[in-house]
């Protein structure tokens, strides 16, 4: 018998004691032990709860009691979420969390913490909530050597654009009702700037690449600037547009960014839609393996909590020691020298000799045809595949011609 | 340091020792230990491979060398694989295996005699080629209760139906060029007559369902008797057509089927193209979710069988114990009691009068509007939804009937 403790009674918490309690048989066949959620910490009240008789404000409850082998951790954030997940590994609690914003920021010592007290520290559920991702990256891809992860790695955006794309309703619109639906929170900045898919482009990235990944240096850009024009030329260009993010390792170093990108119609990501979630890996020997599922919600986002006390269950002696070293060096690359093709799209006052500019400073484009475009006095093209940097050198270039009213938008064209 | 004999070089073999050397480095960090291939066994000659000082032709080599803790069988068939995957496990010896048809043959024997010598039998590559799909049905959605699964399993077909139905080509034209490529054998019975599937979902539908699903049980139809008709009409009704293995658990009892099936465009499923495979599971805390990839070919293959020997020396004390009860009472449902709608093509004499037929005889359907239809006096449409029993029974009777010339095709259509 495993005696588990769970930090925080939101969402995911209870989610977790629900899928313990509701699959105890398999659960227990699978793990070679049974598990049985000991106590639930919160400073709520929850007195209507099923589960009011686990539930308890004092933290000794929790670490106090050795008999606790385990500490799912889904408080979130970087504060008392911290303090707390120290705590337990110095006790020899193994700790399972949901946590990206504590995992993206204070992983490496975390785990090496983890490594130090011979027990696990997991988070299977920190990206991509239900999908298996984690586990998969550290154990079933062992044999390769990670070359590039690409993802939609947040929801809201994804159910945004979707409502953008396939209904035609602006952005606004489709925040709106993302929020009315309860798929995006009352403050929406940290899933429409891309901070949420940053952190966790920076978790995979880390795992992927066996080193340190900081989310702090990976250059981010949000949806809120996407318009049903952009989509609308995606369309024509025989795309769609996601919120991607990317990383890939070039010569020992690491470009990663987070941003909306077009992407071929073609590829297995532009399928997916509304709240799911894929992630695409590719490695030297399987190529690309995508994985796909719902990336948050209360029930997704327990079964990666579980499988991970499951793991831990059965592997409890053996901690994987799974560490992130922290490069002396740097290991991010300049994104700017990243080679990409950029979506661009203007708007001028006269056509031809827009056009004559964006040659004269681009060179051979590839233009998209659209109605839109005639009518509104518009131009839209994919340039050719130049450094980021040089791209951006050039769409400044545009910004600063008085022949160009304004380079309304441009966007990364996710290459294969 | 782990030696590791592989049985067998062939495609699968020789990329396993590929890939070993090739990642030495990173997989000895992922391993915790360095992983050596001391003997290939085969009782073919390879004077100019590289490996050719690793050969031999004597399985005692393998077998009487105690220093050797991990067989790599890639041998095949249920012949000498099956005596020499015995003779490991009862010399000590952890079994790796891409057989499918000797885990789905044998499964349940192997996994007690394994758990009974305290060794793994591990069998990640016997499906969906590189992609990780039996270690996360076993670990990643352990907290799950699995309630059905549905996939693309073999890249053979998937090839041939996307040149059908991407490329206009016609059955036997695909298959040629599939053999031309290397995607298909001489002798392609195994793939298109859907048995390679079938071996595949049986193996699937074991670990999710946790008893022995015995593949020789399970109702397979080919894609031999599909046309280009069929994809024109699927495409009318916004669908394409796979070769799908599924299965599902209803009150206790398995169904499960492999045949061709009409899969709405919305589904994951259906954008899976050439030899890509996709596996889509359904748990009760997960929803669905999706692990897509390369289904076969060498390297592919060779990293999920490195990435089993990985998981053995991670793990090496404790093999799990995953065993495949064999259920006394019949655990399969009869897949005549399956409730779906069926796709349904008839050849007639006269459109209104078979249409007054097919309406006598199924209610209400759906029918697929098609200009071949009219210039060709063909039907198609959609049945309701029904017990497949009743289904076959009613086509039965159109075939019966004198008014209608031909029921010249009926394929399951895929439910959500």
Known sequence: MIFVAVLGYGVVGSGVVEVIKKNRLSISQRAGEEIYVKRVLDIRDFND???????????????????????????????IAYEFTKLAISKGKHVITSNKELVATHGPELLKMAAENN?????????????????????????????????????????????????GKDFNTALREAQANGYAEADPTADIEGHDACRKIAILSSIAYN???????????????????DMHYAEMYGSVIKLVGRSKKVDGKIYASVGPALINKSHPLANVEDVFNAIVVRGDAIGDAMFYGRGAGKLPTASAVVADIIDVVKHEDNNGKNIWTINKEENMADSDLMETRFYIRLKVNNRDIAEDIVKNTFGSVEWIPSEIRAAKEELAFISGKEAEGVLKEKVKELTNNPQIKEVAGFIRVLED
């Open 49 to 79: 709860s099923p589960d009011r008789e686990l539930l308890t404000k004092n933290s000794d409850d929790v670490f106090n009691d050795d008999s606790i082998k385990v500490v799912v951790e889904t408080i979130g954030g970087t504060g």
């Open 211 to 229: 080193e340190y990944v900081d989310y702090r240096k990976i250059t981010t850009v949000g949806i809120t600037k996407l318009t049903l024009a």
């Open 119 to 167: 027990v696990h520290y997991h988070f299977e559920a920190s990206v991509g909530g239900g999908i298996p991702i984690i586990r998969p990256l550290n154990n079933c891809l062992a044999a390769n050597e990670i070359n590039a992860i690409a993802g939609i790695l947040n929801g809201t955006t994804n159910y945004i654009l979707t409502q953008m794309n396939k209904h």
